[in-house]
């Protein structure tokens, strides 16, 4: 009786199987896929964006282009030889880019040779493989500063053209979208209590751009990110960046007087100034 529960539990398995197969033939391993790899959380185990941010405004004015790196990975048999693939730019509407747009937005699509290189020009190409033994790649994307990024973001949308060694990937991880801009906009962290209690004080564009055009190190997302993304801001850091800014800002602005221009001012016509534990910092020599 044993022996024959076994034998019906293992016939069921390969029924199982087999029927699986029949109405799954995308996991069969004879075809080898290459996919996109989006920014993963290994704790969370989620995606945590499956598009890549870039703008030019923290790079100076002479920046004309940038590279951005794009991740791939493979699913299916590996080979000990290399092998090519091929990308190709697809539509990006609104529907289709992983970000909210407000009604009516257009989407603008980005152009070869006008925001981005194109992935035939040579240098760009031949970094186009999987090499053998690996299951991921990269290959660079060459973005192009333009006026049209000034005022709008522009999207490139992409996926893998199939050849004969790749075919696209499943869904979740076909495609990647680029956004491309060259416009201010305020860092997720401004928002946190902390930050603006303890020394940036309100959000403006203009004391963005001065802080960018000021400090002695990158002021991009990834800084913002790395000292003020919670509530337990470092109080040393944060009074010390208090003090420097507010010294940079008399700085500016007593030249700027002396020029006889105004100082600078937000977008409501009021001065920016720094704050120290909420209380609003010189903005120029005697104020």
Same mark, same amino acid.
């Given at each position: 009786?044993?022996?024959?529960?076994?034998?019906?539990?293992?016939?069921?398995?390969?029924?199982?199987?087999?029927?699986?197969?029949?109405?799954?033939?995308?996991?069969?391993?004879?075809?080898?896929?290459?996919?996109?790899?989006?920014?993963?959380?290994?704790?969370?185990?989620?995606?945590?964006?499956?598009?890549?941010?870039?703008?030019?405004?923290?790079?100076?004015?002479?920046?004309?282009?940038?590279?951005?790196?794009?991740?791939?990975?493979?699913?299916?048999?590996?080979?000990?030889?290399?092998?090519?693939?091929?990308?190709?730019?697809?539509?990006?509407?609104?529907?289709?880019?992983?970000?909210?747009?407000?009604?009516?937005?257009?989407?603008?699509?980005?152009?070869?040779?006008?925001?981005?290189?194109?992935?035939?020009?040579?240098?760009?190409?031949?970094?186009?493989?999987?090499?053998?033994?690996?299951?991921?790649?990269?290959?660079?994307?060459?973005?192009?500063?333009?006026?049209?990024?000034?005022?709008?973001?522009?999207?490139?949308?992409?996926?893998? #053209?199939?050849?004969?060694?790749? #075919?696209?990937?499943?869904?979740?991880?076909?495609?990647?979208?680029?956004?491309?801009?060259?416009?201010?906009?305020?860092?997720?962290?401004?928002?946190?209590?902390?930050?603006?209690?303890?020394?940036?004080?309100?959000?403006?564009?203009?004391?963005?751009?001065?802080?960018?055009?000021?400090?002695?190190?990158?002021?991009?997302?990834?800084?913002?990110?790395?000292?003020?993304?919670?509530?337990?801001?470092?109080?040393?850091?944060?009074?010390?960046?208090?003090?420097?800014?507010?010294?940079?800002?008399?700085?500016?602005?007593?030249?700027?007087?002396?020029?006889?221009?105004?100082?600078?001012?937000?977008?409501?016509?009021?001065?920016?100034?720094?704050?120290?534990?909420?209380?609003?910092?010189?903005?120029?020599?005697?104020?």
């Amino acid at each position: 009786m044993k022996n024959i529960f076994i034998r019906l539990f293992v016939s069921g398995i390969l029924i199982l199987a087999a029927s699986c197969s029949e109405h799954y033939p995308m996991y069969e391993l004879k075809d080898t896929r290459l996919g996109f790899r989006y920014v993963f959380d290994e704790n969370a185990q989620k995606v945590l964006d499956s598009a890549i941010r870039y703008t030019f405004v923290y790079q100076p004015a002479d920046v004309t282009e940038d590279t951005v790196w794009v991740e791939l990975k493979t699913s299916g048999f590996l080979s000990d030889a290399d092998r090519n693939f091929e990308i190709e730019q697809v539509d990006a509407t609104a529907e289709n880019i992983h970000t909210s747009l407000p009604e009516g937005t257009e989407v603008l699509n980005a152009e070869p040779g006008v925001h981005y290189k194109a992935f035939t020009e040579t240098g760009i190409k031949e970094m186009m493989v999987v090499k053998g033994g690996s299951a991921q790649a990269r290959f660079p994307v060459v973005v192009l500063r333009h006026e049209d990024m000034q005022g709008a973001k522009i999207y490139l949308r992409l996926k893998v #053209k199939e050849n004969n060694n790749f #075919k696209e990937s499943f869904p979740a991880d076909r495609f990647m979208v680029i956004e491309m801009s060259d416009m201010l906009s305020k860092p997720k962290e401004w928002g946190l209590g902390a930050i603006e209690y303890y020394f940036t004080g309100p959000y403006s564009d203009a004391k963005l751009r001065f802080m960018i055009d000021n400090a002695s190190w990158k002021v991009d997302d990834k800084w913002f990110a790395e000292h003020f993304s919670t509530y337990n801001v470092d109080m040393g850091y944060a009074g010390y960046l208090s003090t420097y800014f507010t010294n940079k800002l008399i700085e500016v602005n007593d030249a700027r007087i002396a020029r006889g221009e105004d100082v600078i001012k937000d977008d409501k016509g009021n001065p920016i100034y720094f704050v120290n534990y909420g209380n609003p910092q010189p903005y120029k020599s005697g104020n």
